[in-house]
């Protein structure tokens, strides 16, 4: 059963003075009359039901994430004890879901991706959830984007050269120095990490 998580728990510090603590970037309309949070969600509802979508976020966002998705039901809105970060995030949302659609695969998302081809990203979505189904269960697909500039704030892709669709990852490196982000603008096997990540 293909699921959907969005995360949506991050204070937005990166884009201050804009984004607040009160009213973060996944709450706003940035590139579009909808916010962020709405487009992720939208998005989605291309490909799966609502109520395969969830969203994690903290106790503080909570009622932003009913007002601004109000077709989501309370049961698909899983509220973080207190934020530790993405991976206690993914897990404690997993283990929730997991009790609702037993043999879920579960695509994580951010709330907040600039996504210019909804399609062809959707297209990736479910090429990915057919991979885990068919070829390999117990398999986690990230998706990467190719970096046009050297970006120390994100993680990097390290894969094998390969013509095909799913690719075997060989390596992550996070949050490299400025000379190994430059130097892996002209490696043909690198990609940003988009932190999306199907489980």
């Known amino acids: 059963m293909f699921c959907a998580l969005i995360m949506a728990g991050g204070k937005g510090t990166r884009f201050w003075p804009k984004s607040t603590e009160e009213l973060p970037k996944q709450f706003l309309n940035l590139i579009d009359e909808k916010t962020m949070i709405q487009l992720t969600y939208e998005r989605l509802l291309e490909i ?81 959830d057919s991979y885990i189904q068919n070829q390999n269960s117990n398999a986690i697909v990230t998706i990467g984007i190719t970096p046009n500039r050297p970006e120390t704030g994100y993680g990097y892709i390290k894969y094998e050269k390969s013509d095909d669709k799913v690719i075997k990852v060989e390596k992550f490196v996070e949050k490299p120095d400025l000379e190994t982000a430059k130097k892996y ?15």
């Open 185 to 199: 603008l002209n490696e043909r096997n690198i990609s940003l990490e988009c932190r999306n990540v199907y489980i």
């Open 48 to 128: 799966m039901p609502k109520e395969r979508i969830f969203v994690i976020t903290g106790e503080k966002y909570k009622n932003l994430v009913k007002s601004q998705l109000q077709e989501l039901s309370d049961r698909n809105i899983i509220v973080e004890p207190t934020g530790r970060n993405t991976a206690p995030c993914i897990l404690l949302a997993s283990l929730y879901i997991k009790q609702i659609y037993k043999n879920a695969t579960i695509a994580v998302l951010p709330s907040d991706h600039a996504i210019a081809n909804s399609k062809d990203f959707c297209r990736i979505l479910q090429m990915a």
